[in-house]
């Protein structure tokens, strides 16, 4: 049940991430669509601007109406989009700026001038949406600022997840290529299971490397796993390919030998003795190892058995 938990919160992290970039995608489309209708306005509001300032010079009356119609038409358009906002609530000044604006047009279309006026409120609609933009751009950054961070959270959690995964679910200690305690554990239990069964026998082997532990400091990282290397290509080249060699812990090392009695083990045990002080290791304070050999019995459990054996370790 806990490895489904942590599985669903992974799967739920996924969806909420995804869930994010569509939203910063959205946002984004939003915030985009929304620059390009300010800048449309702001181009209304520079044509009225113009077309006032044309209309006052020109002498043609056919020109002027011209000016006129296309203005008005201008104008209607902007006071729809007017109608549609907010800005008394949110940004009074704009607001006035947009009313003057249009108020200088109808005075001009009176011919008298306001072209001062008009020119302050043009300056101060596009330094309003400036503003906005720019607040807007801050906005995007920051969302996307807070996207990378999510998404590298992701990253790292879900490669952390794989790798846990991966780590339990694995049979092979990683420094020595050796099967690991878990897969000990549970082949011990079956040839145990089957020892009882069917009454062969079984049989196993300790190995424990001396001052090796993680308080010791006579070896450097470098030259463990040198040893740890040295060792694990000693043990495969002498034990039987039925024989299950385990990396039991830090400095521990378990042979199961299935079909074998005691006395045949001691033989193994023998051969890895001489195999061991033969060994080419090249350090310095030299490896000392410890030996342990029992038989199983049909009346314990496979963790007593491992329990008794490795107390024999002398």
């Given at each position: 049940?806990?490895?489904?938990?942590?599985?669903?919160r992974?799967?739920?992290?996924?969806?909420?991430?995804?869930?994010?970039?569509?939203?910063?995608?959205?946002?984004?489309?939003?915030?985009?669509?929304?620059?390009?209708?300010?800048?449309?306005?702001?181009?209304?509001?520079?044509l009225?601007?113009n077309?006032?300032?044309?209309?006052?010079?020109?002498?043609?009356?056919?020109?002027?109406?011209?000016?006129?119609?296309?203005?008005?038409?201008?104008?209607?358009?902007?006071?729809?989009?007017?109608?549609?906002?907010?800005?008394?609530?949110?940004?009074?000044?704009?607001?006035?700026?947009?009313?003057?604006?249009?108020?200088?047009?109808?005075?001009?279309?009176?011919?008298?001038?306001?072209?001062?006026?008009?020119?302050?409120?043009?300056?101060s609609?596009?330094?309003?949406?400036?503003?906005?933009?720019?607040?807007?751009?801050?906005?995007?950054?920051?969302?996307?600022?807070?996207?990378?961070?999510?998404?590298?959270?992701?990253?790292?959690?879900?490669?952390?997840?794989?790798?846990?995964?991966m780590?339990?679910?694995?049979?092979?200690?990683?420094?020595?290529?050796?099967?690991?305690?878990?897969?000990?554990?549970?082949?011990?239990?079956?040839?145990?299971?089957?020892?009882?069964?069917?009454?062969?026998?079984?049989?196993?082997?300790?190995?424990?490397?001396?001052?090796?532990?993680?308080?010791?400091?006579?070896?450097?990282?470098?030259?463990?796993?040198?040893?740890?290397?040295?060792?694990?290509?000693?043990?495969?080249?002498?034990?039987r390919?039925?024989?299950?060699?385990?990396?039991?812990?830090?400095?521990?090392?378990?042979?199961?030998?299935?079909?074998?009695?005691?006395?045949?083990?001691?033989?193994?045990?023998?051969?890895?003795?001489?195999?061991?002080?033969?060994?080419?290791?090249?350090?310095?304070?030299?490896?000392?190892?410890?030996?342990?050999?029992?038989?199983?019995?049909?009346?314990?459990?496979?963790?007593?058995f491992?329990?008794?054996?490795?107390?024999?370790?002398?």
């Amino acid at each position: 049940m806990q490895k489904e938990w942590k599985a669903f919160r992974i799967t739920l992290l996924l969806y909420f991430s995804i869930f994010m970039i569509s939203l910063s995608f959205y946002q984004v489309f939003m915030s985009f669509n929304e620059i390009q209708n300010d800048t449309k306005i702001l181009h209304k509001t520079i044509l009225i601007n113009n077309n006032t300032k044309l209309f006052l010079l020109s002498k043609d009356s056919k020109e002027k109406q011209n000016i006129m119609n296309n203005t008005d038409r201008v104008i209607t358009e902007l006071k729809a989009w007017l109608a549609e906002q907010d800005f008394q609530q949110t940004n009074a000044k704009v607001f006035e700026s947009f009313s003057q604006l249009l108020s200088c047009w109808d005075m001009s279309k009176k011919n008298q001038s306001c072209h001062d006026n008009m020119n302050l409120s043009s300056f101060s609609i596009e330094q309003a949406f400036e503003a906005k933009q720019n607040k807007m751009t801050n906005k995007l950054y920051i969302n996307f600022f807070i996207l990378i961070v999510i998404m590298l959270f992701l990253i790292y959690t879900v490669r952390a997840y794989i790798h846990m995964q991966m780590k339990k679910h694995a049979i092979h200690d990683h420094e020595t290529k050796l099967f690991n305690q878990k897969y000990f554990n549970t082949v011990l239990k079956t040839s145990a299971a089957r020892a009882v069964r069917y009454k062969d026998p079984l049989s196993m082997l300790f190995i424990m490397i001396s001052d090796f532990g993680k308080g010791d400091t006579s070896y450097d990282k470098k030259t463990k796993k040198h040893i740890l290397e040295t060792f694990s290509d000693l043990i495969r080249s002498t034990v039987r390919t039925s024989d299950i060699a385990c990396r039991y812990d830090e400095d521990h090392f378990a042979i199961i030998v299935p079909d074998s009695e005691k006395h045949k083990t001691e033989l193994l045990e023998s051969r890895l003795r001489q195999a061991l002080e033969e060994g080419n290791f090249g350090v310095s304070p030299e490896l000392k190892f410890d030996y342990a050999t029992a038989q199983f019995d049909n009346e314990e459990t496979a963790e007593a058995f491992t329990t008794r054996t490795q107390t024999l370790l002398k």
